[in-house]
């Protein structure tokens, strides 16, 4: 599946249905990730470690980088990734995963990882992201797409407020 964003519109539709006008240099192509696009993807991946604090001597290893890659190509992963594309450029990418629940009786949908290039902020980039994680998690059967940031992430948290509800909840972690 292909979706298309127009970004004056805010409209929403698979490629071929007519959503992608000639020459609109402001849609975005939302779009399955491709082996090709790891020398885009790369560079947003660290992007968004290093907006956690992950770079440098804290950089996750590259051993994790090449697993998560390669999560994404294998059909008995239940990892995915997208990303946005205008003009043929890579200006953002979403991971999720599907996993089971205790509460219900199909997968759940975690949409692990949101980033996009600091000059398409504010455009309409994550929020294409999202809604179209949405449409893949309800394409799959999952009647819920839920995710966690940072209480620093103020900018993203203006974006989820308009398209999610919080639940509420708070997170706990023990690490080894």
């Not at 929403?12 to 249905?17: L, M, Y």
């Not at 993807?41 to 470690?49: M, R």
């Not at 797409?145 to 708070?170: P, R």
């Amino acid at each position: 599946m292909l979706s298309v964003y127009t970004h004056s519109e805010n409209a929403i539709g698979a490629a071929g249905e007519g959503k992608r006008g000639p020459g609109l240099s402001n849609d975005i192509l939302i779009r399955p990730l491709e082996q090709s696009d790891f020398p885009q993807w790369k560079p947003l991946w660290d992007g968004y470690n290093a907006f956690y604090g992950r770079k440098d001597a804290t950089a996750l290893p590259e051993e994790i980088t090449r697993a998560t890659w390669s999560r994404f190509f294998d059909v008995n992963e239940p990892v995915h990734a997208l990303v946005a594309e205008q003009a043929g450029q890579v200006i953002g990418i979403v991971h999720y995963i599907f996993h089971r629940s205790t509460t219900l009786l199909h997968p759940t949908c975690y949409l692990q990882d949101l980033f996009t290039l600091e000059s398409a902020r504010g455009k309409g980039v994550g929020r294409a992201l999202i809604e179209d994680v949405y449409q893949r998690a309800a394409q799959a059967g999952s009647s819920r797409v839920y995710w966690m940031t940072h209480e620093t992430n103020e900018t993203a948290m203006k974006l989820y407020d308009k398209v999610a509800e919080k639940s509420g909840f708070v997170v706990y972690r023990k690490t080894f």
